[in-house]
């Protein structure tokens, strides 16, 4: 029999009207060529929410259907498949916004298994206020996603499912989402944590490095220190698998399903040099027209005192 689940949605209700009426114009703008403008609208409420916690919808209906098993494993080339959403509810593109803005806000592991009594796909995720379960890969109806196979990089994606696998029923951790890594309780998991705690050591660490050399965009990956442990602890959000594995800007992703090759970012000098320019290049531009500014600036302050010397009469022998 399969199981049937309410979800706590989010009540607009208590959202003043004046806000409300800013939801539909942000979404419409950051979901377009105007996104500069819609960016910083986001800010300015994300600033009017500082103090209320966030919560994403689950899923288009108030009820979802989850599978129940038994399960097979006949989709072994997308097993543990990375699937990363891109924000559909406000509240999910704050998350995106607060995590870099790449445009993704939520991950879920495909097991490459079907629910043979539906015969349909199932993915492994956790959500606000839920547990670390199975979930249909459809639960979100015809919203975009992108699919990264990972396996591809040499990571071991059975014993990464494996992994994930174990973490089942583990409940959501607040306090992990809201300080980005900083504060965790080991016994629970938000989704893109499942994710990067599963990956091998040396695939987390290379992101955090990443970061580190400012390949990856601020806030996307948080490096903290364990106290009284020789390594660092990696947070990294949806934006953050995003980025390193090369998928596009979720506002590219118009549709479910899109596959795309993982090429993780080149760590090199040559690399980071680029990085900086591209993305500190506006302020070089504005340097160097100060700069030419005040070269100008100078040259004619100094021809105005050469002409006022030349030009004053001289007292007669």
């Known amino acids: ?45 994300r600033l009017q929410w500082h103090d209320r ?15 129940t098993g038994p399960y097979v494993a006949s989709r072994i080339t997308q097993l543990g498949d990375l699937l990363l959403w891109v924000p559909r509810s406000i509240e999910s ?47 979100y109806d015809k919203r975009p996603f992108v699919r990264v196979p990972i396996a591809n990089t040499a990571v071991d994606v059975e014993q990464f499912v494996e992994c994930i696998k174990s973490k089942m ?68 959000s949806p934006n953050g698998f995003a980025e390193y594995y090369g998928a596009p800007q979720g506002r590219k992703i118009t549709r479910p399903d899109i596959t795309t090759q993982p090429q993780p970012v080149e760590i090199s000098f040559k690399s980071v040099a680029v990085t900086a320019v591209r993305r500190q290049g506006w302020k070089l531009a504005v340097g160097l027209f100060l700069s030419a500014l005040l070269v100008y600036r100078q040259k004619r302050t100094r021809g105005r005192i050469l002409y006022s010397i030349d030009s004053a009469p001289r007292e007669a022998a």
Request: charge should be negative.
């Open 53 to 67: 916690p966030l919560q994403t919808q689950h899923s288009t209906k108030e009820v979802t259907l989850l599978p």
């Open 1 to 45: 029999m399969i199981k049937k689940t309410r979800l706590a949605l989010f009540d607009r209700n208590g959202v003043p009207q004046g806000e409300h009426k800013l939801i539909a114009p942000i979404k419409y703008l950051i979901r377009s060529d105007l996104e500069w403008v819609g960016r910083p609208l986001l800010k300015i409420l």
């Open 169 to 236: 029923g583990e409940q959501y951790d607040t306090w992990d989402a809201l300080t980005l890594g900083e504060i965790e309780d080991p016994a629970k998991e938000v989704c893109s944590g499942l994710a990067a705690d599963c990956l091998p050591d040396k695939d987390r660490q290379r992101i955090g490095w990443a970061k580190s050399l400012g390949l990856l965009r601020r806030a996307s990956v948080s490096v903290h220190s364990i106290p009284g442990a020789l390594k660092s602890k990696e947070f990294i």
């Open 93 to 139: 593109y704050l998350i995106d916004d607060l995590t870099g803005g790449y445009g993704y806000s939520h991950i879920t592991i495909d097991t490459g298994e079907i629910d043979i009594p539906s015969g349909k796909p199932v993915m492994i995720e956790i959500t606000t206020g839920q547990t670390v379960a199975r979930k249909f890969q459809d639960e």
